[in-house]
């Protein structure tokens, strides 16, 4: 377990375990994707780009990216190092709008980005135990290279749970956990055996056998008893597909069967005109438990339409949102391709206008959600407060708006008479809002850059997917994980701002763009309402 005393480590590890975590609010989720993948992108982006599906100005938009993640990221080597990738990236001192396919600069990162792989988490490891990197930064980068190297977010939350909490354990320094992650992440994939039951049989055509995997209802119940110990739990089963499935980890195996029973289904839909489902578990050899294989909701959530009653349609659909809302419906919990598709053309639907460029969208919507962020966080604070206790909690629970408590809030910050909260989580976004309060306009501008490269990667996705017919691209998994909390917590700002203020999305974007700009160190609590509704 990690030292209860040690207060860099313990910020470090309650992160982690936010980013891991299904229940995590918006606010405190993940953001982005790792440097690493966020260079293989831009290797990625330079093929498409030499096809003619991606333009000069998206390729640099990822080239952007990939600068701002190299800069403080020991993970890729020393400040000499990162500094020479860097200029890989750029052209008189720029970032670059083009990477020749294959050319000297392209070689020269894919060979970097091969090197640092195996390396990346004993970097951070060694950065951790001497130069103590931020928590927020350190946090980030340990997470999210987790996650693109193949991770499933359920594994690693039990993983790290289990090394940094477990009581019985023996006091372990942080650096040495992050040794052991390092020595996991370049282990080779487990082939593990997948089981996915079947309610009816199949039944193939005259003259075609089913798939070689298929096994029947008798095998099915055969292979359970002999590797799990257990049955179906009462489901009635009638055969099902055993397929082997290389993966990091047993809960990655299952959702990569998942996609190979939906494609299966989708190619006897298409060819035959039938509809096949399997039952919604699959068992793991050597794993005593099932494992769900309905698709996760993405963590979407518009609120503002329960909290304004427009749930039912009892009036004439909205101009702005119902149509942004069947687009956006794919996004929380539709096929890949399905989701960047109709997410990217929400965005759109809501935030662009004639004769703009195409990618504006992107960074209004970043700026929307960059403004939501302080009340976001305060509100969250405010509630931890009242379940703590004490004087502060009595003053906000007497309070009828989480506009007021997120003030009260963020005053306690200002004067240091915020109460010391027993959950480190919390602690951790004290620690972000009393950066935010002390210098708003410079930290709300990060926030919104960070938050930008994101939507702005689902753009490429989309591209990717419309243009080019690329449905593996390296960064959409991440994208997906990354980009749907944040379109949903803009989405419920745009929404809200329509339904309670009666406000065109532009004019909201408009409105938070001057918000952003004009908020200063001295006025410190307009931090609490730059958008005003």
């Avoid at 910020?11 to 609010?25: E, G, M, P, Q, V």
């Avoid at 080239?63 to 400040?79: F, S």
């Avoid at 060819?271 to 309905?294: H, M, T, Y």
């Avoid at 329509?498 to 406000?503: E, K, S, V």
Wanted: proline letters at 6%.
């Amino acid at each position: 377990m990690i030292s209860l005393v040690n207060e860099y480590e313990q910020l470090i590890c309650a992160r982690l375990l936010d980013y891991f975590s299904t229940k995590t609010h918006w606010n405190r989720s993940l953001w982005g994707a790792g440097t690493i993948l966020a260079l293989r992108e831009v290797l990625e982006a330079s093929e498409a780009q030499s096809q003619g599906h991606l333009s000069d100005k998206t390729i640099k938009s990822a080239i952007v990216t990939a600068l701002r993640l190299l800069q403080d990221d020991p993970g890729m080597g020393t400040p000499q190092e990162r500094d020479t990738l860097s200029g890989l990236l750029r052209f008189d001192g720029a970032p670059r709008n083009d990477l020749p396919f294959q050319g000297l600069e392209y070689e020269a990162i894919k060979e970097t980005v091969e090197r640092s792989i195996p390396v990346y988490l004993q970097r951070w490891s060694r950065a951790i135990a001497g130069d103590r990197p931020a928590h927020e930064r350190a946090s980030r980068a340990i997470a999210s290279h987790l996650l693109d190297i193949g991770f499933h977010s359920d594994y690693l939350h039990r993983w790290w749970t289990w090394r940094t909490k477990n009581p019985r354990d023996v006091e372990t320094p942080l650096a040495e956990v992050v040794a052991e992650a390092a020595a996991m992440a370049v282990r080779e994939e487990t082939t593990f055996s997948v089981l996915v039951p079947f309610p009816t049989p199949l039944q193939p055509p005259s003259g075609l056998l089913p798939p070689a995997s298929w096994i029947d209802a008798t095998e099915v119940s055969k292979w359970l008893k002999e590797n799990i110990a257990t049955d179906l739990e009462g489901m009635r089963q009638h055969g099902g597909l055993l397929l082997t499935i290389p993966a990091r980890d047993p809960e990655s195996a299952v959702q990569f069967a998942a996609d190979r029973v939906e494609m299966f289904a989708a190619r006897v839909l298409l060819s035959l005109r039938k509809s096949v489902q399997p039952l919604p578990v699959a068992w793991v050899k050597g794993k005593q438990k099932s494992f769900s294989i309905e698709r996760r909701l993405r963590g979407i959530k518009i609120g503002a339409m329960h909290r304004e009653n427009r749930i039912w349609l009892e009036s004439e659909p909205d101009p702005y949102i119902d149509p942004a809302i069947e687009l956006l419906a794919p996004l929380q919990s539709g096929t890949a391709t399905a989701a960047i598709a109709g997410g990217w053309a929400a965005i759109e639907s809501l935030l662009s206008e004639p004769l703009a460029k195409r990618a504006d969208p992107a960074e209004r919507l970043a700026t929307i959600v960059a403004c939501s962020f302080p009340r976001a966080e305060l509100t969250d604070l405010a509630y931890a407060v009242v379940e703590l206790g004490g004087d502060l909690a009595i003053r906000l629970a007497a309070l009828g708006s989480n506009k007021e408590k997120a003030a009260v809030v963020a005053e306690s910050i200002l004067d240091g008479s915020f109460p010391d909260l027993p959950n480190w989580s919390d602690r951790a976004a004290v620690e972000r809002m009393r950066e935010l309060l002390g210098a708003p306009r410079e930290t709300l501008f990060g926030i919104r850059d960070h938050i930008h490269d994101t939507i702005a990667r689902l753009y490429r996705q989309r591209n990717l997917i419309l243009h080019a017919g690329k449905t593996q691209a390296v960064a959409l998994r991440s994208t997906l994980r990354a980009a749907s909390p944040l379109v949903g917590a803009g989405l419920d700002r745009i929404a809200h701002g329509r339904f309670a203020g009666n406000m065109k999305p532009l004019q909201l974007a408009g409105r938070a763009f001057t918000a952003i700009k004009n908020v200063t160190a001295d006025e410190p609590l307009r931090c609490v309402d730059l958008l005003g509704v």
